[in-house]
């Protein structure tokens, strides 16, 4: 069992950085692969960035590419993505999710566990 919880949204100008924190409880988390999702109202969940269980392998969506990093430290059971260069496009909700599956998934119904969203607005 692994619980997630987001933390580190707000409100930022377009241009500026946020960086969002996921802190995962459970014994396992090393081995899952995790992943950032972002959410608006009346669209689909989309995948956003996602990262193995050993850190050397990472996937990015094709519009924060170049923009957002994600990256995690096992030993404090926390992942990041570090988001630069924001746009007012990249307002949403935002979680942080699970997989245990060991090849990373840009599908949200491949993930297993999911926290509660943190939201980031950005302004024009």
Do not use: H
Request: charged share 20%.
């Amino acid at each position: 069992q692994v619980q997630l919880g987001e933390s580190g949204g707000g409100l930022v100008q377009a241009g500026g950085s946020l960086r969002l924190s996921c802190a995962a409880s459970g014994r396992t988390f090393s081995s899952y692969v995790m992943g950032w999702f972002r959410q608006v109202p009346g669209k689909e969940r989309e995948f956003v960035a996602a990262i193995r269980w050993s850190g050397g392998s990472t996937r990015y969506a094709d519009s924060v590419s170049g923009r957002f990093t994600i990256s995690r430290d096992n030993a404090k059971n926390m992942v990041y993505l570090q988001m630069n260069s924001l746009k007012p496009e990249d307002t949403a909700v935002y979680y942080c999710a699970a997989d245990r599956a060991a090849l990373i998934n840009r599908n949200p119904a491949a993930y297993d566990y999911w926290g509660q969203g943190t939201q980031v607005t950005v302004s024009s």
